[in-house]
């Protein structure tokens, strides 16, 4: 389209003067069909991008091949929480006009890794009267590992209904070594009953299930972890054996402080700053009558403050029962599970 102005003189008959202007009208926004690449796939330019803490994040423009936006230039511009609080520098800087020479058009994003933000991006051409759409852009802890990995410490019994703690740590993915522990990453545990449960991280990065398999045999339970709901799982697998009955089942009763344990059920509940009693007996005419059992912990000692007494010391399973004190001071033992 060609547009002319003419001013016409107040003072001479016949005086005027014209100019032509030149003026390009698209049929279609350019703006919405920019696209980011992001691990090379490409996402929409309004997708929230995840920029990760402590690290480099490139933010790789597209463009069509011929797009208007070819042969103009692109500047960056930024608004919510301030880069200085985020510790973030931009490469090229911002509100600096960058020849768009090619489809590809990139700035980075390098950050420290000091705090979580938010904020917005939007792109002004050159040849655009107005900007783009703003982009939105979380800054967290968005990579992140598989750290330390807690599996099945026994083999579950089918018909008392026990369970397994299965337990996964989610550390941050950092160039250089293990990055810290991520609160609040997204675990979804998937057992061989087709049950899915949600969890987050918490206190030390942890996230955990407590699995009680439905039928004997060999099982195996998925943890699909991600930093974020829109980021790509990273999944840890956990290899579980139940079987279906205990040989402790038919052969000897558990009483703490007099009472019989149902192990199908809460187990032995210990409270702290006091002292029980943990008695095994035979029933009548077990073979198991006067063998040798002991009483140790199932792994490596906890730091629960518990202290079980003539651990790994073997006894003679007498058939009025032989015993052990479990005791604990409420100043040095902390609440916990544990497995005897």
């Not at 007494?309 to 902390?334: C, F, H, N, R, Y």
Request: with cysteine; charged share 20%; proline share 6%.
């Amino acid at each position: 389209f060609v547009i002319e102005a003419s001013v016409v003189s107040p003072y001479y008959a016949g005086g005027v003067v014209s100019r032509r202007f030149d003026v390009r009208v698209l049929a279609t926004d350019p703006w919405r069909e920019l696209s980011v690449i992001v691990d090379e796939n490409a996402t929409g330019w309004e997708a929230t991008g995840y920029p990760n803490r402590g690290s480099a994040h490139p933010l790789q423009i597209r463009v069509p091949v011929d797009s208007p936006l070819l042969d103009s230039e692109l500047s960056l511009h930024w608004r919510g929480d301030s880069q200085t609080q985020l510790g973030v520098v931009v490469s090229p800087a911002l509100e600096q006009p960058v020849p768009v020479d090619s489809v590809d058009t990139v700035w980075t994003l390098t950050s420290d890794d000091s705090s979580d933000g938010r904020f917005v991006l939007s792109l002004v051409c050159s040849k655009l009267l107005l900007p783009s759409p703003d982009k939105p852009m979380s800054l967290a802890r968005n990579r992140v590992k598989v750290g330390e990995v807690r599996g099945a410490n026994k083999f579950p019994i089918v018909d008392e209904q026990e369970s397994v703690l299965l337990r996964v740590q989610v550390l941050h993915d950092v160039t250089l070594g293990d990055g810290d522990p991520v609160t609040n990453a997204l675990v979804d545990w998937e057992t061989p009953e087709d049950d899915i449960v949600r969890t987050v991280t918490g206190a030390g990065g942890w996230a955990s299930l407590l699995y009680t398999p439905k039928s004997a045999g060999a099982r195996t339970v998925t943890a699909s972890v991600k930093a974020h709901a829109e980021a790509s799982a990273i999944e840890q697998s956990f290899d579980v054996t139940a079987v279906a009955t205990s040989p402790w089942k038919n052969q000897v009763n558990i009483f703490l402080d007099g009472v019989e344990v149902e192990r199908n059920t809460l187990g032995v509940l210990c409270r702290r700053g006091q002292i029980h009693t943990l008695r095994v007996e035979p029933v009548s005419g077990s073979p198991w009558t006067d063998k040798n059992i002991s009483l140790h912990w199932r792994g490596e000692a906890p730091a629960i403050g518990l202290q079980p007494a003539d651990l790994d010391m073997p006894k003679a399973l007498v058939q009025a029962g032989v015993q052990w004190q479990l005791a604990s001071t409420a100043e040095s033992s902390i609440s916990s599970l544990f497995d005897l």
